[in-house]
């Protein structure tokens, strides 16, 4: 277990909204390299307190955390900038995001609508990943999964899981296609 974990966790853990925020904080303020450590060192430890939380907070306050581990888009910047200051590569990046995703996909499923719109933002972040990554064969292979997986539920779960789904699919549209769709979405009719 990593040293910081053992500190985040109990915060975590109590619910508190002002100490969870503190946690996600500490995070985003980490660099790249310190982030992407604490995840390898503590990933499986974010998945085991979300499945032992029984509070519909704590399980949402796990996949905001585990969201600011895997600092995507800013990593795949630094990467292509061939920035050598961050202590990763691709390979064991690649491997974060995927992790990271299998995670926020099931959180896509909780009873609890709070953690669900936590995993879907999370996995838009996710989406944007692959998409810098031209990673359109995984891309395509969620928007399938997010619509099997929306077949098997019902009610607002299946809804979320449908949003989800749009939102893979918008990933992987060109971006004058992405720019036309937010217009459209911004300003309707009216341009």
Sequence with gaps: MHQRWSDFAPELESGESDRVNDVIDDISNMSLSER??????????VVQLYEA?????????VVRVA?????GLPIVTALDNDDRSIAIDEATFQDQTDALCGFLLEALTDDDGRVRQAAKRGLKDVFRTYDALDDEETLEALVIELDEMAGETSGTQAK?????????KFSLQSGVARLVEGFEGEFGDSI
């Design 160 to 168: 979320h899981l449908r949003e989800a789904k749009e939102d893979a």
């Design 67 to 71: 969201d600011q581990l895997a600092p």
């Design 53 to 61: 939380a029984d509070d519909g907070y704590v399980r949402q306050s």
């Design 36 to 45: 992407s450590e604490l995840f390898n060192g503590c990933f499986d430890e």
